[in-house]
């Protein structure tokens, strides 16, 4: 089936740099993603959403981009800190309350 | 802010039991899911809901059953635990009509012994 997948399984930023992390998809009807971040012995955390009408959602320090050409989704992180250590997942939907598909996640590390 | 409590951080049964993992959110949510994650295996959807006493199957859900009688309340029961089923368990509640985002508690680490 349709599933959604990340380029890099690791990641390690210097602190103060901006973080990029990726993800593709495979399905071109999805219409709705979501980035999480979870930290250890937490639960994913919703951290920002953008729907397929959009190209580009900011929030604080946070950026997504949605490339429907060629069906890829990324996370900019800016002057990423400590605190921003954990793994993150990509989530898509298609129709109405259809499950979102979750990607397996990418682990950003960030060097103190 | 959306509250979503799962009764136990960690659970340790033993194979054969009949185990109850309870989910209650505070939102009004419709939705609620339950999910397992393991190791490279990212999260897997076992069971959802769209409404009280309605239930979906998800992707995994062999050995699961549900129950949801209130709004807020959504259990996952382990009929007969096995090893195989010792993992993270993660509950997840979301609001009704489109693209409503999914937000998760923080999970029950359960191991059967």
């Known amino acids: 089936g349709e599933s959604v997948g990340l380029h890099l399984p690791t990641l390690s930023v210097q602190e103060g740099d901006n973080s990029i992390i990726n993800c593709a998809y495979s399905?071109?009807?999805?219409?709705?993603f979501i980035w999480y971040k979870q930290e250890s012995g937490k639960g994913p955390q919703f951290i920002i959403d953008?729907?397929?009408?959009?190209d580009k959602r900011q929030g604080q320090r946070v950026t997504v981009l949605l490339n429907k050409t060629v069906k890829h989704l990324s996370l900019q992180i800016a002057a990423t800190q400590p605190g921003d250590s954990a793994v993150y997942f990509c989530?898509?939907?298609?129709?109405?309350?259809?499950?979102?598909?979750f990607g397996k996640g990418t682990r950003l590390s960030v060097i103190a | 802010d959306v509250k979503v409590t799962q009764s136990s951080r960690y659970l340790v049964k033993r194979t054969g039991e009949k185990v109850f993992l309870e989910c209650v959110q505070d939102?009004?949510?419709?939705?609620m899911f339950w999910y397992r994650q393991d190791p490279g295996l990212g999260l897997r959807l076992i069971y959802f809901?769209?409404?009280?006493?309605?239930?979906e199957k998800g992707d995994i859900p062999e050995g699961y059953s549900v129950s949801r009688e209130k709004k807020e309340r959504f259990s996952l029961i382990l009929e007969s635990a096995s090893t195989n089923q010792t993992s993270m368990y993660l509950c997840?509640?979301?609001?009704?009509?489109?693209?409503?985002?999914?937000?998760f508690g923080d999970g029950t680490r359960l191991s059967i012994l």
């Open positions: 997840a509640s979301s609001g009704t009509g489109y693209r409503q985002p999914q937000h």
């Open positions: 399905n071109s009807a999805s219409d709705y």
């Open positions: 953008i729907r397929s009408n959009m």
């Open positions: 989530a898509e939907t298609f129709s109405g309350n259809t499950p979102l598909v």
């Open positions: 939102m009004d949510h419709e939705n």
């Open positions: 809901s769209y409404d009280v006493k309605m239930k």
